[in-house]
C-alpha cells in the first residue's frame, strides 16, 4: 500500500475524529483483524457474523495502531484515537475507492460461477511475463476481500488482477464500483448458489453486472463456448471478445490435449503448455492468450507465463501421498465444476483403479436430488471404477450411477467420511488415481489426511514385516 496521510483518510470517509492530534501523520496499512495489527497500522472495526471488531479497539491501539475506524453506536467514542462513521463497511468501500482514484493501474476483473480463481491466477501468470502487477489474495473477492484488494496497490503496479464474487444480484456492481476494472472476464455460469440466487436468470443478472461497469475504452474477454455467457454480450459498451474451442469465436483454442499433469493446445498455429490437471482448463487459458495479445504480450511471453502456472491448492492440485496419485479437488463443488473433475479422472491415463471421492454438492436448493442424480449419470459414464458418495445425498448419487451401468461392488454410498475412510482401507492399492471432490462445508480434505496418515503407516512396516 502507498503511504496515506491521515488527513485523506478522514476526508475519504466524512469521518468525525476523536483523539487524533496529528493528521499529517502516514500509515501503510489497513487491518480488520486485531491479531495482525502492526505498529503505524489503521485498524477497521468490522461487524460480523461470528465477531465485532469494535471489541479489540483497545488491543489494537496497544499494539501501536495510529488510529481505529469504527461505527458510532457500537462502542465508547469519548476516548481513544478513533475516526468514527455510520457503517464500517461502507466506509471501506469509500475508502478503497478512493484510493483506486489515485492510480492509472489497469484493473482486471475476473467474475463467473466456476472458474474464478484459477483464471485470475493464471491472468497474473501472463501479464507478468512483462508487467508488473498483484492479484487478489486467496478468497479476496467479496465485500471484504475486494477493496482490501485494491489496498495492496501501489505506484509501481502497472496491472491488477482481481476476482469479484456475488452471493445476490447487485453485489458485482458494487465491488466494480470499487475496483473500476477497465477489463472483464466472465469464465462461465453455471448452476451454483441456487439456495441464495434462486434462479439460474438471478446468476446472469449478477455476473454481467461487470460487463455494465466497464467503461467504453475497455474490453471484455468471454468463455463463449457457453450459450449463458454470450448472452451477457449484449450489456457491455466495450468492445467483446468471445474466446473458446468452439470455431465461432474470435480466439479459439484448437488442437487441445490433456497428458497427465499438462494441457495442451494451439491458437493460430502457435502451441501453448500449461502445467495443469484437467481439459477444463482451457477456458481459463484461453482467456489468458486472449488478455495477453490485447495488452500486447508477444506469443512468447504469454507461453512462457502459461508454463509458471502453478494450481491453487485444493482446486485440482496434483499431489503423490504415498504410493497413490491424488488429484485434490476439495475447494469446492458445483454441477458443472463435478462434471469436469469426472471428465479429468477419464482423461488420466494409467493401468491402476480410479477413485471418485465426492461430497455432497451444497446450496443447491430444491434442485439438489435431481443434480446428485445427474451426476451418478456422468460418474458411470466416465468409466470411473469406483465411486465413494458421502454425504445425505450419497444414495441419490450412487443409486443413479448403479442404475447408470456401474457395478454395485464398485459403490459405496456414506454418511460421512469415516465410513467413507473405511471403504478406502478395503479398496486403496498402490497406484491407484484418486479425485476427491465436494463443498467446502464437507471438509473432504479430511480424505487426503487420512491418506497421509496411512501412507506413513505403510513407511512404518519394516521391509521384514512386508516380506513376511
Known sequence: MQPVALHDLIAALDAETVGIADGAIQFERVEV???????GD?????????????????????KGAIACVVEHDRCDTSSGRLL????????LWDFAEWYRQQFDTLVVGVTGTVGKTTTRHMLQNVLSARYNGIESPENFNNYLGVPLSVLQLDRHHEFAALELAASHV??????????QPEIGVITNISPVHLDEFGTIEAIMQAKGELLEALPESGFAILNGDNQLVRQLAERASCPVIFVGEQSHNDVVAQWVRVENGWLRFCVDSVQFDVPAV?????????AAVALGRQVDLTDEEIAAGLRMFEPVPGRCELRHIGPWTVINDTYNASPASM?????TLHDWQTEHKKI?????MLAL???????????????????VDQLIAVGSEAASLAGSARMSGMDAGSLGACDNLSIAELLLDCWLQPGDVLLVKGSRDMHMERVLTYLEQRAAQVRAIPSESKAA
Open 33 to 39: 483483524d486485531s491479531r495482525r495489527v502492526r505498529s
Open 42 to 62: 489503521i485498524f477497521w472495526a468490522i461487524v460480523g457474523d461470528r465477531d465485532d471488531g469494535h471489541r479489540y479497539i483497545a488491543e489494537a491501539l496497544s
Open 84 to 91: 468514527i462513521v455510520d457503517d464500517t463497511v461502507l466506509a
Open 170 to 179: 447487485g453485489e458485482i456492481e458494487d465491488l466494480a464500483g470499487i475496483a
Open 278 to 286: 484437467g481439459r477444463h482448463h482451457i477456458t481459463s487459458a484461453i
Open 339 to 343: 462434471q469436469a473433475a469426472c471428465q
Open 356 to 360: 471418485l471421492v465426492a461430497g455432497d
Open 365 to 383: 436448493g430444491s434442485a439438489s436430488a435431481q443434480y446428485h442424480r445427474e451426476l451418478g449419470q456422468i460418474v458411470a459414464a466416465c468409466d
